[in-house]
T-cell receptor
């Protein structure tokens, strides 16, 4: 099993450009999450999903949109990138009742917005 | 909202010394998880604590959950160079927003 995979691994955008980050998991997990990690600030939840076709806002959702059309995929979109969105983005998944179970993280996407 | 504070932010130790990181929550937690992130890597789950006063051990690592379920600690005995990385706690408070709240992490450097 590949676990949780993320594409791309690196990306450089100009301010105002858009992009989509793809997360895929092959563990049949119900819950999926998008986090951003900035120096000294730990991991902050952007959006999450408790099942196919459902999404919800996390701690820092502004400027991002998500979709979960298939159970195994969770997409994170930036419609108009800003320098403040320069960060490392991690996707994670967990089985049902995810708040009480282990989260499995992908390798991350390093995004730079110029 | 719920806040999880973690100290220290950085810790340098000589190989063989002990290391402890502390996690404090502004609210009572239902559970607390600990993750390790190696340099350039992604967070990897270490353990989850659920019960008040719970203590769990994994080889040289000892995890504690406070009696009031508002604080936790991770202690590493006789550190090794393989312990290098950032250690995060993450807590969930039942009745709050449905998300884990991560601490800011403690970055451990082990000098050989």
């Amino acid at each position: 099993n590949a676990g949780v995979t993320q594409t791309p691994k690196f990306r450089v955008l100009k301010t105002g450009q858009s992009m989509t980050l793809l997360c895929a998991q092959d563990m049949n997990h119900e819950y999926m999450y998008w986090y951003r990690q900035d120096p000294g600030m730990g991991l902050r939840l952007i959006h999450y999903s408790v099942g196919e076709g459902t999404t919800a806002k996390g701690e820092v959702p502004d400027g991002y949109n998500v979709s979960r059309l298939k159970k195994q995929n969770f997409l994170l979109g930036l419609e108009s990138a800003a320098p403040s969105q320069t960060s490392v983005y991690f996707c994670a998944s967990s089985p049902g009742q995810g708040w009480g179970t282990e989260q499995f993280f992908g390798p991350g996407t390093r995004l730079t917005v110029l | 909202g719920q806040q999880v504070m973690q100290i220290p932010q950085y810790q340098h130790v000589q190989e063989g010394e002990d290391f402890t990181t502390y996690c404090n929550s502004s609210t009572t937690l239902s559970n607390i998880q600990w993750y390790k992130q190696r340099p350039g890597g992604h967070p990897v789950f270490l353990i989850q604590l659920v019960k008040s006063g719970e203590v769990k051990k994994q080889k040289r690592l000892t995890f504690q959950f406070g009696e009031a379920k508002k604080n936790s600690s991770l202690h590493i005995t006789a550190t090794q160079t393989t312990d290098v990385g950032t250690y995060f706690c993450a807590g969930w408070a039942s009745g709050s927003a449905r998300q884990l709240t991560f601490g800011s992490g403690t970055q451990l450097t082990v000098l050989p």
